[in-house]
C-alpha cells in the first residue's frame, strides 16, 4: 500500500454514509479479487453456468481493477451502483480516503459546505470532452469533498467520478447522479463517541 495511507482500521472515528438501494459500499483491501468474488457470488444463481459464467467473471474482473485502483489511490471503500443496470451510458463511483494532514483545517481552495459531519471543502469540475469521441466514455465531472477527520491528524476526502458518453443529451443524467452524488456526501457524519466505544 502506499506510505501515505491512513486505514480506516486505526483512526478513531469511521464516518457513516447512506447507500441507496441498488448501491454498494465495498471495502478496498490489498487483494481485491476475493471481495469481488464474493459481490457477485449470488449472480450464479441466475442462469446456467456455462452462459452466465463469462460474463461474471468479466463483472468480477471489472470490480477487482476498480478496487485495485482505490487501493493504490489510498481508499478504504467504494461506493458504486451494483444493481439495475443503468438505461444510458453514465455512471459514478464515490472513493473514500484518509490522508494525513500537517494541521486540522481544511485545503484551500474550492468552495465550503456545511454538511452533516462539519464543514467541507468542496470542488467540482468538468474536465473538456471537445473533441471527444461521441461514443466512447469520457469523464464528464469529478465531485470531490473534503473534512477534517475529528481527532485525527488527516483529512477524509470523498471523491466521485462521473463518465459517460459526451453527448448533450445525457447532461440532464450527469446532473441528476451529481445530485445524488452530493447529498449522499453532504449527508455523511461521524458516530458519536458512545458509539465508538461499543
Request: aromatic residues 6%; proline residues 11%.
Amino acid at each position: 500500500m502506499a506510505g501515505g495511507l491512513v486505514t480506516a482500521a486505526v483512526i478513531a472515528h469511521r464516518p457513516r454514509y447512506v447507500v441507496p438501494p441498488g448501491w454498494a459500499s465495498i471495502p478496498v483491501s490489498a487483494e481485491n479479487s476475493e471481495t469481488a468474488r464474493k459481490v457477485f457470488q449470488d449472480a450464479w444463481q441466475s442462469g446456467p453456468r456455462d452462459s452466465i459464467g463469462p460474463f461474471i467473471h468479466r463483472l468480477e474482473a471489472w470490480l477487482a481493477s476498480v478496487l485495485d485502483d482505490a487501493r493504490d489511490a489510498d481508499c478504504f471503500a467504494v461506493i458504486l451502483p451494483l444493481g439495475v443496470p443503468w438505461q444510458v451510458p453514465v455512471s459514478t463511483a464515490i472513493s473514500l480516503s484518509l490522508v494525513p494532514a500537517p494541521s486540522a483545517t481544511l485545503p484551500p481552495g474550492g468552495e465550503v459546505r456545511e454538511t452533516d459531519a462539519g464543514p467541507a471543502r468542496r470542488v467540482v469540475t468538468e474536465p473538456s470532452t471537445e473533441g471527444a469521441d461521441a461514443e466512447e466514455l469520457s469523464l464528464l465531472r469529478t465531485i470531490e469533498y473534503t473534512w477534517v477527520a475529528p481527532g485525527e491528524d488527516a483529512l477524509l476526502i470523498g471523491f466521485a467520478s462521473i463518465s459517460g458518453q459526451p453527448v448533450p443529451e445525457f447532461t440532464p443524467v450527469t446532473d441528476a447522479l451529481s445530485l445524488l452524488v452530493e447529498t449522499m456526501l453532504e449527508a455523511l457524519d461521524w458516530p458519536p463517541a458512545s458509539e465508538e466505544r461499543s
